[in-house]
C-alpha cells in the first residue's frame, strides 16, 4: 500500500507512516519497501503467503 493509504486507514499522519517504516528500515538493516516485502514474504515464504510474519 501507498503511504497516504495506510496512514488514512490507521487515522494518522502520512509522515507518521514514513516515519515508522524508516524505524522498521532501521532496526531489519533494510534499504527499501521491497527489501520489507521481501524479508515478510519471499525466501522461506510458505505457499499461503504466512510466511515470516514474526519480522513484522
Partial sequence: MRNKT???RLHVSEGT???H???VYEKLHLGSRAELAWAAHGEGADHRGTGNKGLL
Fill in 21 to 23: 517504516l524508516h524505524h
Fill in 6 to 8: 495506510i496512514a488514512q
Fill in 17 to 19: 507512516v514514513k516515519m
